[in-house]
């Protein structure tokens, strides 16, 4: 799945004449699960892992997670703002946590790719669901 994931976002990028080595990407969740503070073992890590080793800018928002490790390096969550989410050139949902607000996601983020139909309330022409 996370290589899956990494191509589908590189082709999100790439038919809006993005590259994806450069981008900032935003992953909504890091946990292994909803709701959870557990990452052994998440593939949202290794989505992460690979989007960096492609060249991409990665930022992660998780209310349950602070900080992660990621190929030797400290990467602390972001505030997830509508700032935040306009400054990146796609947002990709990796864990469907309740205390996203998910009405300003669809609003203000220029791409969304939604890997755990998370936006299925919200209509937006940047939306991709998986």
């Given amino acids: 799945m996370p290589g899956f994931t990494i191509s589908r976002i590189a082709d999100a990028l790439n038919e809006r004449q993005k590259s994806l080595n450069g981008s900032h990407i935003l992953a909504l969740g890091v946990t292994y699960k909803r709701d959870a503070n557990d990452i052994r073992e998440s593939p949202a890590l290794e989505v992460l892992r690979g989007l960096s080793e492609k060249g991409a800018r990665i930022y992660y ?67 991709i669901c998986l």
């Fill in 61 to 127: 928002a998780d209310p349950y997670v602070p900080s992660i490790e990621l190929s030797g390096k400290i990467i602390e969550s972001v505030q997830l703002t509508p700032d935040t989410l306009k400054f990146m050139d796609c947002v990709v949902v990796l864990t469907e946590h309740s205390a996203f607000e998910y009405e300003m996601v669809a609003t203000y983020s220029p791409l969304i790719l939604d890997c755990r139909n998370a936006l299925r309330d919200f209509s937006s022409p940047n939306l």
